[in-house]
């Protein structure tokens, strides 16, 4: 009963807390300063059409390395947490006891895989153009990877290979970082490449190259996450 | 119209998560988590970030939702608690 009215007083609150947040709420007529800002100057000085994608790679940028940096410590921990329980279970022959997936799976797997890649490239390498980025492209494709395990539950993943290829990822885009810092104005600079004609594929100085790198990190990562949860 | 479907797609988001919360099967307590993850999603694109919505999409309704499936089946909690 004590309890109860806990929940109840605590939902009570939080309505409180929330009214006061919408109460008041005016739709905006126009863009604020700090976002005019940035949709004037994001085309005016990177060269990207998509301001969302110019602002995480270039002026967030070190931000958005610390993100990928913390995803590469969670792959790192579950595979540190995981990596006895997965040889335990091939040891009783875990890997080979798994039932096959169904006919619908297989067939569905098979009809959408290439298009659920050839999206998640898609999107990779139009970030400076359209909505997504290096990021959610990589999401996309570990999603992919994702459908392709369920799909076929006795296939292994090379996770040395995409441990190596993430590595690889997350050193040149370190390198390119610093290239920034030597070569244009701080780190993660995209600028100290050419920016292009406004809209074309190749523009935007060196944010699609970013982001490719970005998207084969995000990938790697989440696929490894994947099949560490699997085994 | 589009307050309408922004409503609409809202209340599916409690909805779905109430749900979740309530439902004493976990398997379809997870289904219905990521359900409302994409139910977020499509609120996303429809207040126009559609970057958000890919990344929501992606992680939230497919990522998450398939390492809880793995974890429950691991744990041996597929079925009513």
């Known amino acids: ?231 | 119209m589009l307050e309408l479907l922004i409503l609409v797609v809202c209340a599916g988001i409690l909805l779905s998560g109430v749900l979740a919360v309530c439902l004493n099967n976990l398997m379809a307590a997870m289904v219905s988590s990521s359900l409302a993850s994409l139910f977020a999603a499509v609120s996303f694109l429809l207040l126009a970030a559609p970057d958000v919505a890919m990344a929501e999409a992606a992680i939230g309704c497919g990522l998450s939702t398939f390492v809880f499936i793995y974890a429950i089946r691991k744990t041996g909690a597929g079925g009513v608690e």
């Not at chain 1, 540190?80 to 799976?105: C, H, M, N, Q, Y």
């Not at chain 1, 400076?128 to 992919?144: E, K, N, P, R, Y």
């Not at chain 1, 441990?163 to 100290?192: K, M, N, Q, T």
Request: with cysteine; proline share 4%; hydrophobic share 55%.
């Open chain 1, 1 to 231: 009963m004590m309890k109860r009215a806990f929940a109840v007083l605590a939902v009570a609150l939080m309505a409180l807390v929330f009214m006061g947040v919408i109460g008041d709420y005016v739709e905006l007529q126009a863009l604020r300063p700090l976002a005019r800002h940035y949709v004037t100057e994001v085309p005016a000085q990177l060269g990207a059409p998509n301001v969302v994608t110019g602002i995480l790679i270039s002026w967030r940028g070190f931000d958005t390395l610390g993100e990928v940096a913390v995803l590469f410590m969670v792959a790192a921990s579950i595979g540190l947490l995981l990596k006895k329980d997965s040889a335990g279970g091939a040891a009783a022959g875990g890997r080979d006891a798994r039932p096959p997936a169904g006919e619908i799976v297989t067939t569905g797997a098979m009809v959408l895989l290439p298009l659920i890649f050839t999206f998640g490239a898609y999107v990779i390498v139009n970030g400076h153009l359209s909505a997504g980025g290096g990021f959610q492209g990589g999401a996309i494709v570990a999603s992919g990877v994702m459908l392709m395990l369920v799909a076929s539950p006795s296939a292994t993943l090379n996770t040395a290979l995409l441990g190596v290829i993430e590595s690889a990822a997350g050193v040149l885009y370190v390198c390119l970082g610093v290239l920034g810092l030597v070569l244009a104005g701080g780190f993660l600079d995209p600028r100290f490449l050419p920016k292009g004609q406004f809209g074309a594929f190749i523009s935007a100085g060196a944010i699609p190259l970013i982001s490719a790198l970005l998207g084969v990190k995000v990938g790697a990562e989440l696929s490894v996450i994947i099949d560490r949860f699997r085994s």
